[in-house]
């Protein structure tokens, strides 16, 4: 038997090593832009085509390499940024694994153009699938250009994995603002397929926000600013005004690295308290600076993110900071909040944060009581008292479970296979009323029905959105004030990509200078929403969606508009909107249960009834 273990090819080393740091375009991007920055370059062009799929191209006026350096570069572990492990931890580069230009190498064609100031002449180089093609002088610029083109051109399942160009190009994106964001004394230009997409000249760091999130947010803004033994904290955070429904402007950094970090940011919301409306987020831009020797850069290999020594003191740092500059700009009620106050005390160091507290509060008493079983009720005579006077009592304690069980239990859960003329029958013919400003109750022979006004009508309007997208379109009211909504740049790209999606959904918008669309019509059967926040809501939909081609997306869209403009609880109904949301409901094909699994009604049967009081 011949031995069976021999080494990989280089080429096919390096494809597999780039598994890890070139994922997608945006990878690269990241990578080339950082190498930019660490060559001391002043003025940086990102230039990209087809979402990066087919060019991602990075001009600089760094420092340029000689002719062997420029072929030294796309070896593995090649690098000049260390030299022993020590220097790992007083890094000062962005990059040092010295892996990146060889991964890219690896999986796509690469023509390098580098010349350093002192050279008369610089050296063009040709690399694909890792061999060299060509190298030969070039007379080109001080600086370096790398043009990766052709993404996974060898590696064809990789490629297929790529998805949509709104999605990598909103990827590329959320790129390059991280480097912006770092190097404000840096000149960057971003161009896709041609169009200028951003143009930063050097300034402050505010600046710099300013012309990355728009003109709206120069009144808007915070400064942090502490300096402690420990670490410094500096950045700018968003008035509380500046809050929006869904995540997606909020920035971190640690040693001006991006970073994502779920703690930091809680630490940095949670300093907000009660100025923000719940589940909304403020725009904010940190950078925490520390020792490097309390901080772990190297645990993950596209470094974002990163191991402190002391989670919880940072955390500490974080909010108080934060909660410092609200009350010195007199956003906050003034507070006494000193930054040398014991950290230990601090309350968020004593509880680490959960997000029960925010679940408990979103749910309401006798909603959760039938909500957990998934399906539609019948509370069968064989539940006993305590039982019924819980249910109007509120939910049974969250943390008992058995007793949820024994409510819906099994016993009756066969008799609830859908009747439908049972229930429909039963409902036809009797008055409804409004209970606790949340049901709609049908009182008849049998027994009565409960109806959840909010996620009945959502189910409605679900069945009526996502029927649209293959049938007609909403239909469109024309504003009679077309209000003007400004974008950050990457949202409006991407709301540049979806405008027929939207349309489809009944919001006609129309570009209107930089980053701005006047909205001209939005759907006519819900004139008095927030228009604003349901567009920006359904960008949150894309963002979060693999394909833009993919029904989850239009049926998540249709959710999400469901959502927004349902009736909700605590709203007064008429006898003629409860009859016509039973009307409507009785026609879809399932009206037993909401799209998130949860009943939409329940019924409490005479017989039930009878017997809580005996008889
Ligand atoms: P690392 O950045 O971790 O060192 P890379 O593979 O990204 O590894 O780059 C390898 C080396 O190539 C760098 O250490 C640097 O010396 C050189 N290099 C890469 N990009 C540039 C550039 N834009 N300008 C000058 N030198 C560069
Ligand atoms: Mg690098």
């Known amino acids: 038997m011949p031995d069976i273990i021999h080494l990989l090819p280089p080429n096919i080393a390096n494809q597999i090593a780039a598994g890890e740091v070139i994922q997608r375009p945006s990878s690269a991007v990241k990578e080339l832009l950082e190498n930019a920055v660490d060559a001391g370059a002043t003025s940086i062009q990102l230039i990209v085509q087809d979402a990066g799929k087919s060019l991602v191209q990075v001009v600089d006026n ?40 060889a991964s890219i190498a690896s999986v796509a064609q690469v023509i390098l153009r580098t010349k350093r100031l002192d050279d008369a002449i610089g050296t063009e180089l040709e690399i694909e699938n890792s061999k060299p093609l060509r190298q030969e002088p070039c007379a080109c610029e001080n600086g370096t250009s790398i043009a990766m083109k052709n993404l996974f051109f060898n590696v064809p399942a990789r490629r297929n994995f790529l998805k949509s160009n709104t999605v990598e190009l909103k990827h590329i994106t959320d790129e390059f603002i991280h480097v912006a964001l770092s190097f404000p004394e840096i000149n960057f230009t971003m161009t896709s397929n041609g169009q200028e997409v951003f143009h930063l000249d050097a300034g402050s760091l505010k600046q710099r926000i300013v012309q990355l999130m728009g003109n709206n947010y120069s009144t808007k803004l915070v400064q942090v600013a502490e300096k402690t033994d420990y670490l410094d904290i500096h950045g700018f955070i968003g008035k509380p005004d500046t809050a929006k429904k869904t995540r997606g402007d909020q920035y971190l950094f640690v040693n001006n690295r991006y970073i994502k970090n779920a703690y930091l940011n809680h630490a940095i919301f949670s300093a907000y308290e009660e100025m923000l409306a719940p589940n909304s987020f403020p725009f904010f ?9 309390h901080v772990d850069i ?9 191991k402190f020594d002391d989670e919880k003191i940072i955390y500490a740092f974080v909010k108080s900071a934060i909660r410092h500059a609200l009350a010195q700009y007199s956003v906050a009620p003034a507070l006494d ?46 539940s006993n008292l305590r039982d019924w006077k819980e249910f109007f009592e509120g939910a049974p304690k969250q943390n008992n479970p058995s007793r949820q069980q024994i409510d819906f239990s099994s016993s009756y859960r066969e008799a609830t296979t859908p009747h439908i003329p049972d229930v429909l029958n039963m409902i036809e013919g009797a008055e409804p009323f409004q209970m606790q400003m949340s049901y709609i109750v049908f009182d008849q022979p049998k027994g009565i029905t409960l109806l959840h006004q909010q996620l009945a009508h959502q189910q409605i309007l679900f ?26 740049p990457s949202d409006f790209q991407l709301v540049g990509s979806i405008l027929p999606d939207l349309l489809q959904m009944g919001y006609q918008l129309e ?70 949301i039973v009307d409507q409901l009785s026609r879809l094909p399932n009206y037993h249960t909401h799209f998130d699994g949860k009943p939409l009604y329940m019924e409490v049967k005479k017989e039930y009834l009878g017997s809580i009081f005996g008889i």
């Open 62 to 101: 760094g420092k340029g390499m000689s002719d062997t350096d420029a072929r030294n570069a796309f070896e593995r572990h090649a690098t000049s940024k260390i030299n022993s492990i020590e220097d790992l931890y007083t890094i000062k580069t962005m990059g040092f694994r010295g892996e990146a230009l």
């Open 285 to 293: 831009a940190i950078f925490i600076d520390l020792d490097p020797a």
């Open 298 to 306: 190297n645990v993950h290999p596209t470094k974002q993110e990163i």
């Open 337 to 382: 909040f000193s930054l040398d106050a014991s950290i230990q005390q601090l309350d968020a160091v004593a509880k680490p944060f959960t997000s029960n507290k925010q679940e408990e509060t979103r749910s309401s008493g006798l909603y959760k009581s039938f909500v957990d079983q998934h399906q539609a009720h019948k509370i069968e005579s064989t």
């Open 463 to 488: 069945e009526k959105f996502n029927a649209s997208w293959t049938g007609k379109a909403l239909a469109i009211q024309q504003e009679l004030f077309p209000q003007a909504i400004q974008f950050s």
């Open 511 to 580: 570009a209107f200078g930089i980053n701005t669309y006047v909205l001209q019509g939005a759907p006519a059967d819900f004139p008095s929403e927030n228009h604003r926040s349901v567009i920006e809501m359904i960008l949150e939909d894309v963002k979060t969606s693999t394909s833009t081609l993919h029904q989850s997306y239009k049926e998540k869209i249709a959710k999400t508009m469901a959502r927004k403009h349902a009736i909700k609880i605590g709203s007064k109904l008429d006898a003629r909107l409860m009859r016509d």
